[in-house]
Nanobody
């Protein structure tokens, strides 16, 4: 199993920045993909950013150029740096990892990000 602990959410004004962290523990050697999702009130959960074990990154169109996903293998932690935040970025943000032996998705507990206008 893999355990995930998120941190870094909060309240920020539009145009500001936040960095979310997701610390992994357990069978981390089985992780092959690390993702950030978000869910705004009344909306479906959406994929925000992906980083694979090979270092390939992908982003939702709505955050390209503003958000950056990264990882620190030494700390078993991955991050979401969010710049130029907009009120529409307000959501609960979740980290997720996918393992390949066995294939399974593990989710963090979620952290609230609120962007005021």
């Amino acid at each position: 199993q893999v355990q995930l602990v998120e941190s870094g959410g909060g309240l920020v004004q539009a145009g500001g920045s936040l960095r979310l962290s997701c610390a992994a523990s357990g069978r981390i050697f089985t992780i092959n993909e690390m993702d950030w999702y978000r869910q705004a009130p009344g909306k479906q959960r959406e994929l925000v950013a992906v980083i694979t074990s090979g270092g390939i990154r992908n982003y939702a169109d709505s955050v390209k150029g503003r958000f950056t996903i990264s990882r620190d293998n030494a700390k078993n932690t991955f991050y979401l740096q969010m710049n130029s935040l907009k009120p529409e970025d307000t959501a609960v943000y979740y980290c997720k990892v996918r393992t390949d032996s066995p294939r399974y998705d593990y989710w963090g507990q979620g952290t609230q990000v609120t962007v005021s206008s």
